[in-house]
């Protein structure tokens, strides 16, 4: 990987919500909204600064959730539905997320209505047309998908990367197995069905065998005679549940066709990380952090 052609496309909600509850016990943090900017966006910051110092991107891109309803939640009511609230302060940072990435120099892409992780997977196709290879910084394991030929998954942890065998060798399947995978599995924090009693392992096992979902439908017998414990069962159970899981495949799968307004006619100089903006204080950012940011830049 060459990382003067290296596009970074960061998962800010994820590390926003990671900033928070990190700083704040138990989640609540502050409720007025001028304190949760100041002291919610100095948290995010910090994570964020660590990244851009740590990693030094030479193109990136914070990516938000747009917010409101989406497509997901016209295919699925339930979506996401079962989740608590996020506590008030919370609610003020997310909207302030892109402010503070603005302020430390970051492109922001955030589009009213669609999820970050689809506008990580447009953004994805977008920078591999450009001749770009891509990390996409997320713990989220839906961005698995994406991985493959130029692309990557960084872990925002220790920004170790993961290629397309770092993820069979962790998760059991391809990442053009993932989005079949999760239809069976489902995802219970987003509230996605899935097919029930249909385990991860035995839902690995069957892929191995057949390939895909759709072989599994085309051929139910020869997947029930997978070398896995209850493949048989398990093949009853998916076909007896076909539409939940052909619908849960169209809630995990990501869309790279969504609008991403913030990135039309955009340039590669464009993309550049810059040095924070004088606006950087007032968002809430540490002045030893800024400092850093800017010697790097000027480097």
Do not use: C, N
Not at 70 to 99: N, S
Not at 173 to 193: C, H, K, Y
């Amino acid at each position: 990987m060459d990382p003067a052609r290296t596009l970074s496309l960061i998962d800010a909600t994820s590390m926003l919500h990671r900033a928070w509850y990190g700083a704040f016990r138990g989640g609540e943090g502050p409720e007025a909204p001028e304190q949760a900017r100041q002291a919610g966006g100095a948290a995010f910051a910090a994570v964020l600064g660590r990244m851009l110092a740590d990693v030094r991107p030479a193109f990136a891109v914070a990516v938000f959730d747009g917010g409101g309803l989406t497509v997901r939640h016209q295919l699925f009511p339930a979506y996401k539905a079962h989740r608590k609230p996020p506590p008030p302060g919370l609610a003020v940072l997310a909207d302030h997320g892109p402010e503070v990435a603005r302020a430390l120099g970051l492109k922001v892409a955030r589009t009213p209505g669609v999820e970050a992780d689809d506008l990580l997977a447009a953004a994805t196709q977008r920078g591999r047309r450009a001749g770009l290879e891509v990390v996409i910084v997320s713990p989220d394991k839906d961005v698995l998908q994406l991985v493959g030929e130029g692309v990557y998954r960084a872990d925002p942890a220790d920004f170790a990367l993961e290629d397309a065998d770092g993820v069979e060798a962790r998760v059991g399947v391809r990442p053009d197995q993932i989005v079949d995978w999760l239809a069976l599995t489902g995802d219970s924090s987003d509230g996605i069905p899935g097919a029930k009693g249909v385990g991860a392992k035995t839902a690995m096992g069957l892929l191995a065998h057949m390939g895909t979902l759709d072989a599994i439908f085309a051929d139910p017998e020869d997947a029930g005679g997978a070398p896995v414990r209850g493949a048989a069962s398990a093949v009853r159970k998916i076909v007896e549940q076909r539409d939940q899981v052909l619908l849960s495949r169209e809630l995990v799968r990501l869309r790279p066709d969504v609008a991403v307004p913030d990135l039309d006619g955009v340039t590669l100089g464009d993309l550049r990380p810059r040095a924070p903006l004088p606006s950087a204080v007032d968002a809430g950012v540490d002045l030893a952090l800024i400092a850093k940011l800017t010697a790097l830049r000027r480097g």
